[in-house]
């Protein structure tokens, strides 16, 4: 709901309350960004894991954190009221293993 357009002058109420919802969407986009290049990295250090010959990492924990990284991206998007459609799994090439885990928690290991 936007204020009349009456008090939509610069230095207004109307104005002011357009800057900060400018400034609400700004960062709303900048933290899905954020949080989609957490997804894309995560996906990206999964892929080097397996196509690196006798990797020491632990491959489980990977795909755990992949599938964590594209829980809180799904959530994220739920919650600001878009679509977590398809299109996301094919966008960022998610693998079948870590849609599986998708929303699983385990035990933290420390």
Do not use: C
């Not at 002058?9 to 400018?22: L, N, V």
């Not at 960062?27 to 990797?55: K, M, V």
């Amino acid at each position: 709901m936007r204020p009349p357009r009456s008090l939509a002058r610069p230095g207004s109420i109307a104005a002011r309350y357009d800057a900060f919802s400018y400034e609400i969407l700004a960062e709303t986009a900048s933290a899905l960004g954020r949080i989609g290049r957490q997804l894309e990295e995560a996906l990206e250090a999964l892929r080097r894991h397996d196509a690196t010959p006798g990797s020491n990492r632990d491959r489980d924990e990977l795909v755990q954190d992949a599938a964590e990284k594209a829980w809180v991206l799904f959530i994220q998007r739920d919650h600001l009221g878009m679509k977590t459609d398809h299109h996301l799994l094919s966008t960022y090439k998610i693998p079948r293993e870590v849609m599986l885990r998708v929303g699983v928690f385990g035990k933290k290991r420390g």
